[in-house]
């Protein structure tokens, strides 16, 4: 609101400033010669038509850019995998569909809460150090934490992080992909009971020989 009325009273200054300059150029035209007012008319014909292209190019240019948009949109909002936007309060700005799936919540209700309240408590330290390495070096990072949904279902999740700033170079947001790694943490501990296993195997046969 207002921002309308903001500019509804510019374009009454504008109206105003044209109307002040408008009987200089009235003065201007009567004092033109008759010879050079079918040049002045076809001058501003061309103008016109200048005007007019341009117009369509403004038009057509901005139509380009809403479509970019929603292409962007689109992407952001079903890629498979997690996106969060988090600003430098550690708050959820925006978040995509496989994000909010992720920590099965619905996607409006995780805007402005703490992105580190899903964060495992032995694994709050560990997202501490990943954010501030992301913001002091200016790179791209990735970390590996435990998460828990609003259910209390656990699960792992690879983060990949990469810092934004404004125009004056301060810290404004991150942005955060978030890759579920559940199935591969599990295996992965399998594997290291199996090896436990086989070391205890190996260690016995040894004292028995």
Do not use: W
């Amino acid at each position: 609101m207002k921002k309308d009325q903001g500019t509804r009273t510019n374009f009454k200054k504008l109206r105003g400033q044209a109307e002040k300059s408008l009987p200089a150029r009235m003065t201007d035209i009567d004092n033109t010669p008759t010879g050079d007012i079918p040049e002045l008319i076809y001058e501003l014909h061309v103008h016109q038509v200048e005007l007019e292209m341009q117009n369509e190019e403004l038009r057509k240019a901005q139509m380009e850019l809403e479509e970019s948009r929603n292409r962007y949109q689109d992407l952001f909002d079903f890629a498979p995998v997690g996106y969060f936007v988090i600003d430098e309060k550690g708050l959820i700005r925006r978040v995509n569909l496989a994000g909010a799936g992720l920590l099965g919540v619905e996607r409006g209700n995780l805007i402005k809460t703490k992105f580190s309240g899903f964060i495992s408590p032995e694994f709050q330290d560990s997202f501490y150090f990943h954010r501030k390495r992301v913001i002091e070096t200016n790179t791209r990072q990735f970390c590996e934490l435990k998460f828990v949904k609003e259910n209390g279902m656990p699960f792992f999740s690879q983060l990949e992080t990469i810092v934004v700033r404004d125009r004056e170079g301060k810290f404004n947001q991150l942005r955060t992909s978030m890759t579920d790694i559940t199935e591969r943490k599990l295996a992965e501990e399998v594997l290291l009971e199996k090896e436990k296993e086989l070391e205890n195997q190996a260690e016995h046969l040894a004292k028995i020989g």
